[in-house]
């Protein structure tokens, strides 16, 4: 078993920063494939990025590519989500999410999940 916890999120204005953090304990972390995935009210969960186990390996939605950066200090258990140019479409509860093989961007190949932060962006 692996227990997430997110962190960071809040409100912000358009054109603000959050960093996200999902805090892992469990079993070895470095053993996973992590992931960050984002729920807007009447939407599925839907996909926003991905690292493998080193951190040499990360995928992007298109919508946050050049805005949001992924990464994780498999010292300390974590795993981040940098959030820059904020957009209000960006509004979501994110989640973090764990697998043993790769970084995907199907939800149903995520074993783990956090319960989620609240991220809202105020245009």
């Known amino acids: 078993q692996v227990q997430l916890v997110e962190s960071g999120g809040g409100l912000v204005q358009a054109g603000g920063s959050l960093r996200l953090s999902c805090a892992a304990s469990?079993?070895?972390?470095?053993?996973?494939?992590m992931g960050w995935f984002r729920q807007a009210p009447g939407r599925e969960r839907s996909f926003v990025a991905a690292i493998d186990w080193s951190g040499r390996d990360t995928d992007y939605r298109s919508s946050v590519k050049g805005r949001f950066t992924i990464s994780r200090d498999n010292a300390k258990n974590t795993l981040y989500l940098q959030m820059n140019s904020l957009k209000p479409e960006d509004t979501a509860v994110y989640y973090c999410?764990?697998?043993?093989?790769?970084?995907?961007?199907?939800?149903?190949?995520?074993?783990?999940w956090g319960q989620g932060t609240q991220v809202t962006v105020s245009s």
């Open positions: 469990g079993r070895t972390f470095s053993n996973y494939a």
């Open positions: 999410a764990a697998n043993n093989k790769a970084p995907y961007r199907d939800t149903d190949e995520y074993d783990y």
